[in-house]
């Protein structure tokens, strides 16, 4: 039911970057909602990452950037560290379905 | 410190009813808007509803409207979710979630309420 699209799963070393993508269509992102990320840690709820594209709340590190671009947004990850596994979801309002939608959600691990 | 804590999920027949509820503090809770969020087992995130801050106006996902109700009292700085005709698929863990403002992104969440549909 997600209308945002996301890679199941992405993996890199420690210390290396990974991106994550996020794919809407013109009803959400393509229209310029903003998009915004989220971080769920093992067993824990959701905490909000990124607003508004490419803000980051006060506390989160500047390894993590976002953009957006068309109908996408990217969630780029630097100097991956072990406590970046966590699975991480894209989210935007879509105006067809007057409310939230959220992308199907990436798993990242720390190889 | 922004918290909120959910209540009132619980085990429930197919087609029976729950509401849950959502006590905030540390904000003006009547100055934000309010959603409900809910995760299967092992799936991703599922939007569910919205509230105004002033509860004047209401938002539902289309596998929802017509069987759930999102309310407030910011008299008592609370949210519901009243959930009825409930099925198997409603399996979940309900989390509320605190707005920027209104439709902007969800700044804050609950630890979740767990949600379960038993035939």
């Known amino acids: 039911q997600s209308v945002l699209t996301q890679p199941p799963s992405v993996s890199g070393a420690p210390g290396q970057r990974v991106t994550i993508s996020c794919t809407g269509s013109?009803?959400?992102?393509?229209?310029?909602?903003?998009v915004h990320w989220y971080q769920q840690l093992p067993g824990t709820a959701p905490k909000l990452l990124i607003y508004?594209?490419?803000n980051r709340p006060s506390g989160v590190p500047d390894r993590f950037s976002g953009s957006k671009s068309g109908t996408s947004a990217s969630l780029a990850i630097t100097g991956l560290q072990a406590d970046d596994e966590a699975d991480y979801y894209c989210q935007s309002y879509d105006s067809s379905l007057t409310g939230y939608v959220f992308g199907t959600g990436t798993k990242v691990a720390v190889l | 410190e922004v918290q909120l804590v959910e209540s009132g999920g619980g085990l429930v027949q197919l087609e029976g009813s729950l509401r849950l509820s959502c006590a905030a503090s540390g904000f003006t809770f009547s100055s934000y808007a309010m959603s409900w969020v809910r995760q299967a087992p092992g799936k991703g995130l599922e939007w569910v509803s919205a509230?105004?801050?002033?509860?004047?106006?209401?938002y539902y996902a289309d596998s929802v409207k017509g069987r759930f109700t999102i309310s407030r009292d910011n008299s008592k700085n609370t949210l519901f979710l009243q959930m009825n005709s409930l099925r198997a698929e409603d399996t979940a863990l309900y989390y509320c979630?605190?707005?920027?403002?209104?439709?902007?992104?969800?700044?804050?969440w609950g630890q979740g309420t767990l949600v379960t549909v038993s035939s």
């Open positions: 508004g594209n490419n």
């Open positions: 979630a605190k707005d920027y403002l209104h439709f902007d992104w969800l700044d804050n």
């Open positions: 013109s009803s959400n992102i393509g229209a310029g909602y903003d």
């Open positions: 509230i105004s801050g002033s509860g004047g106006s209401t």
